[in-house]
Nanobody
């Protein structure tokens, strides 16, 4: 069982930056691939970024490539999402997720989810 708690969301102006964190419980954090997803009002949850258990491999949605960076610190059981050059269309609730599949992009491939953190971007 893995429990995930996101933090770091907030309100930022367009062009600004935020760093989201996701703290995980459990002693097997490094065995899980981690992902970030987001969900805007009345839209489906969509993939943002994923990282392998070791942290050596990453994958990004085209919409965030070059602006967002996913990373992890297995010693701290934490995964991060650095978001730069934020746009109004990035506004959503951001969720982190843990799963066993390598760099999965679909919600069904993840077994554990956090409660989400809100990111608002003003234009």
């Amino acid at each position: 069982q893995v429990q995930l708690v996101e933090s770091g969301g907030g309100l930022v102006q367009a062009g600004g930056s935020l760093r989201l964190s996701c703290a995980a419980s459990g002693r097997t954090f490094s065995s899980y691939a981690m992902g970030w997803f987001r969900q805007a009002p009345e839209k489906e949850r969509e993939f943002v970024a994923a990282i392998s258990g070791s942290g050596r491999s990453t994958r990004y949605a085209d919409s965030v490539k070059g602006r967002f960076t996913i990373s992890r610190d297995n010693a701290k059981n934490t995964v991060y999402l650095q978001m730069n050059s934020l746009k109004p269309e990035d506004m959503a609730v951001y969720y982190c997720a843990a799963g066993s599949q390598f760099l999965a992009t679909h919600v069904s491939r993840y077994d554990y989810w956090g409660q989400g953190t809100q990111v608002a971007v003003s234009s």
